[in-house]
């Protein structure tokens, strides 16, 4: 196992296109971490310094406490599986599996017995005669796993290894994974854009977006404490919905005012907040200004009635996902949605509906920062 320190560590292409910025991580021995964002924010750019496989421009990299910028690939002690499986294709799976280690001259006897065990943990014994060529997706990723565990390296590194693989077989390897890392004692570093992965697979997940950290922490953290309104939005799907309102004194606590549909006062409505979300506004005084208001999917309730406290919206989409049915609507052109449990409904497309917030689950951001206020 192995822990690892990424330092200030930054990424200038030769082009001057500046992929990496001020990237700091701590590792610790057996960690799985997630790195997470959109494509392009520089995930596969940090994975390949770690592995050597890029310079770094700027910043120091520790593995086990020795610093490692300089140190070529093959004497790091990493593994590295990508979205590729890069098998050879003229090799069968056995020969696939055991090519590392005849590369270290291991004796054939210990080369048999490695890749029986390997074989044995990724349940291929019964492919291992085959050529790549006849295997499906997900056996050929298990056999580049297979490649990648045989040499039981200190750190693996994993670049989007399931993006080819249709969503069922996405499920199935996603825990094949999880059971992989606590089988083999070995820190983890697995590269994803997919939020979902990230979720459940990461120890703690890396939130990046532009070459920049956003956020650090435990699946839970992230989801109940974005940091700002990119994470929110990235983190929980369907993602969380934001809102403009402003923060007003009304009914003599402070509230916040929304205004939905038609951009006059009668459309107006007020979400009332608890009272250390009001204190924390007044401190800081937000009282009178713009404000972004998040609520998750699952934080909104649909309604059977119409009253003062609910807002109306029409509706623009309904797709019902197994017992889920998540209802779309427009709030002042932005698209909004609504989780619901209730199968029975029959929401359409071009009804009305109303809904309460749950005035405890409110997030609330800064108009210009988009950092989390509270
Ligand atoms: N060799 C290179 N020269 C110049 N720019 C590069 C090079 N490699 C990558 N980039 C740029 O650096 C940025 C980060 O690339 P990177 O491959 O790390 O992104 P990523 O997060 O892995 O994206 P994806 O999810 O699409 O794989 C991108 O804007 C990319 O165009
Ligand atoms: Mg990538």
Known sequence: MANLKLKQINKIYDNGFHAVKDFNLKIEEGEFIVLVGPSGCGKTTVLRMIAGLETITDGE???NDSFMNHM?????????VFQSYALFPHL??????SFPLKINKLSREEIHNKVKEVSEILEIESLLNKKPSTLSGG???RVALGRAIVRKPKIFLM???LSNLDSNLRTQMRIEISKLHSKLDATFIYVTHDQIEAMTMGTRIVIMEDGKIQQIGTPQEVYENPN???????????????LDGIVVVNEEEIQLKVSIGEDNEDSAKYIKIPKTQQDVLKINNYINKRIKIGLRPESIEVSADWDFNTFKAYVTMVERVGLDTYIYFDIHGD????????????????DYISFYIDKQ??????YETELRII
């Open 139 to 141: 056996q050929k990723q």
């Open 61 to 63: 990299l520790y593995i």
């Open 361 to 366: 689950k409110t997030y609330l951001f800064d």
């Open 72 to 80: 070529a690939a093959k004497d790091r002690d990493i593994a590295m």
């Open 92 to 97: 069968t799976v056995y020969e696939n599996i």
């Open 335 to 350: 698209n909004c949605c609504v989780k619901t449990t209730n199968i029975n409904n029959d929401i359409k497309i071009g």
């Open 228 to 242: 700002n309104i990119f994470v929110a939005r990235f983190i929980g799907s369907p993602s969380m919905n934001i």
């Open 159 to 161: 670049d989007e290894p």
